[in-house]
């Protein structure tokens, strides 16, 4: 029996890659690298090199879960847990933590999000099994640190204890999680070099996370725990509907992570990016000689330099005299934007 | 009776009008002002000042009768004279001119293009008024001319000649016809008072017109005199079918005008364009206070300049950073051009 199991975290609206992603097909279920694989399914084959398919589950919002099911038909249906509402990323991780134990008191979880890009696979699943080995070995609750290329402020960092010598080597005991910072701090923080980008993977057994919980969140872990009845029967369904109707709304980061002791990090320097701008997708695209990404199979474009533009593909354009702009074109919106103002999107899809 | 007829020519495929004009549904029968309205519906309701809408004929081509009859409801189907292949002015005049002179042999033709623009519609009754007197009264072949605004490169220009005490006053006697001139040429033009831009207007008696053609085209008058039986017959559309098969390729500036003695033109001041392109539309679109033209429901058009933008009602956009472009979005097409580059516009479509 192997005991690695995945949980996949796809509940997500991902507003900022409008007007690609929206409330009814948000960003993980995009191909945003047109490649002919959504996030959600590059994740999924992903993690195939380290849990057999039938243990890798998908936790997403009941009004997705045809979707996952249509973009990842090779697995089933009771793979596939329904959130009825959002709760964040607690509620999300005791639910599919509970259930697990419940058929594999042995399982060892590895949680990720659906929505993020990952390069360097190889590199991945070796990080990954260090994690595993600390998971098992030690009792702890292990994350994924990404060693910074850059004073992101978008990202959170952990911080964690000095010292090439230390037990484990890559395996590093967390201090502190930190929040996103300002400019000034992230430097200091990158400078430093014990502060590594939070991924939001996490690695650890199904018992050390819901004994973590029992602690923290005692009230949380009893509402998944109660279930225990229920879980792999007809009835779990509307068992959990009422869970999540009454549990906290909270991240399993202030949850458990940053009051937990046995908490490491597992340093790592795989190509990541949590996606969460256009121009952070850019940065992964394949470009021309004039630093333009395009994807799109009819596109003319003319005198332009360093833009994005993604079009259906049924889409003939003509794109002239351009410069920094991000060009996006889905069903009933467009979108053209210079890449420097990209962090007004937001307030302007507020004004609709 | 009213001897008043006119003829609209509305079988273009205006290419210049991309994407929002396409061989299946070209300029004229477009909304382009955004008012509700296509240029063809605009030039109909414009000459009801001046006959009545059952003298009012439509020329065009057979793949284009539905949409004519779509867009004039009023008409009846009798007015749609359908051209089985695109053979230039000449023929098309020849056609309609035939078949209302069987109709009325006293019948005055307005001759029209369907996708101008026209604005100050009383100045262009009354110019027409005068134009049919010139017409009517001396049997001449009249044509308007626009006085020129700008050494434009894009229009041909009509030579006349000099004098206010000359007869008519806004009725001179044409010179000459001048082919698009380049800039220089077109400068002395405009400097020099004598040329005014050929409108493509046309005003003169049926007999007038076809007295002409049997002069200086006989082939062509021949062709469709010879099915004067078969006018407003079941056998109408059959005749012409074999007509058009036979026809010369010929504007009736070429195979006329060119070669009249009779000619005269009407000095007109009235605004008019041949929206012959994107530019020459901006200019007659409504603008707020940065110069944008904005056609669409449902834009947000932010830090942006000089812009005409056109984009199809349903459809939600945010456009930012953009100075000096065209951006037009039709059905599977996508346009986003500087207005400084238009004159590629052909080029590009060339290249799909």
Chains 1, 2 share one sequence.
Request: hydrophobic share 40%.
């Amino acid at each position: 029996m192997n005991n690695n199991y995945c949980i996949i975290m796809a509940g997500g609206i991902g507003s900022r890659f409008w007007p690609l992603s929206t409330p009814s097909k948000p960003k993980q279920f995009l191909d945003v690298l047109g490649i002919g694989k959504s996030l959600l399914q590059m994740t999924f084959e992903r993690l195939t090199s380290i849990a057999p398919p039938e243990n890798i589950y998908i936790v997403t919002n009941v009004s997705y879960s045809n979707l996952v099911q249509e973009q990842l038909p090779e697995i089933n249906r009771t793979q596939i847990l329904t959130e009825p509402i959002r709760k964040n990323t607690a509620p999300c991780i005791a639910y599919a933590s509970s259930k697990i134990f419940s058929i594999n008191p042995d399982a060892t979880l590895i949680i990720a999000p659906s929505d993020h890009l990952i390069l360097n696979e190889k590199k991945f699943t070796n990080i990954l099994e260090i994690a595993i080995r600390s998971a098992v070995n030690e009792d702890r609750l292990v994350t994924l640190g990404i060693k910074p290329t850059r004073p992101d402020t978008g990202y959170g960092y952990i911080e964690f204890e000095a010292g090439e010598n230390q037990t484990g080597g890559q395996v590093r005991k967390v201090i502190n999680f930190k929040e996103k910072p300002i400019l000034e701090t992230a430097q200091l923080f990158v400078d430093s070099g014990n502060y590594y980008w939070n991924s939001g993977i996490f690695v650890w057994k199904a018992s050390t996370i819901l004994n973590a919980l029992k602690t923290f969140k005692p009230k949380l872990f009893q509402l998944f725990s109660a279930e225990n009845n229920f879980y792999n029967t007809e009835k779990e369904q509307d068992a959990i509907n009422k869970c999540f109707e009454f549990c906290e709304d909270i991240s399993i980061d202030f949850a458990v992570m940053e009051k937990a002791q046995n908490v490491d990090v597992v340093l790592a320097d795989f190509d990541w990016s949590d996606l969460g701008t256009w121009v952070s997708l850019y940065q992964y695209l394949e470009k021309d000689k004039k630093g333009n990404a395009v994807i799109g199979e009819n596109i003319q474009l003319v005198n332009s330099k360093n833009c994005l533009i993604n079009l259906s593909q049924n889409k003939q354009a003509i794109i002239e005299g351009l410069d920094n702009h991000i060009v996006v074109e889905s069903d009933n919106m467009l979108l053209i934007l210079s890449k420097n103002d990209e962090q007004n999107l937001k307030k302007y899809l507020e004004n609709f």
